[in-house]
């Protein structure tokens, strides 16, 4: 069983950073495609930002050239950078962990108000 545990959400105001993290209790993170998901209020999930196995990267065109998707393989755990943050970047944002299943985290809030 994977399990996903992300961190660093919180309350910014407009042209803001934050950093999530997304911690993974696997034996290697390596072999899994990791990405990132939000899901605002009323709206279905949408891709954020997928990094591969071999750390190809991808984006929403929403958040191309602010964001930037990471992972540290000896420490099990992927990162998302955000800058430049936008009201309409708040959601509730989800780690993802991919090798033949999808396993989830249970997300962490992101809102960017003034």
């Known amino acids: 069983q994977v399990k996903l545990v992300e961190?660093?959400?919180g309350?910014?105001?407009p042209g803001g950073s934050l950093r999530l993290s997304c911690a993974a209790s696997v034996i290697s993170l390596s072999i899994?495609?990791?990405g990132w998901y939000r899901q605002a209020p009323g709206k279905q999930r949408e891709l954020v930002a997928r990094i591969t196995t071999g750390f190809t990267t991808n984006y929403a065109d929403s958040v191309k050239g602010r964001f930037t998707i990471s992972r540290d393989n000896?420490?099990?755990t992927v990162y998302l950078q955000m800058n430049s943050l936008k009201p309409e970047d708040t959601a509730v944002y989800y780690c993802n962990a991919n090798y033949y299943y999808d396993?989830?985290?249970q997300g962490t809030q992101v809102t960017v108000s003034s």
Do not use: A, D, R, T
Request: without cysteine; charged residues 5%.
């Open 32 to 34: 899994y495609n990791m």
């Open 74 to 76: 000896p420490k099990n």
């Open 103 to 105: 396993y989830w985290g």
């Open 11 to 13: 309350l910014v105001q």
């Open 7 to 9: 961190s660093g959400g």
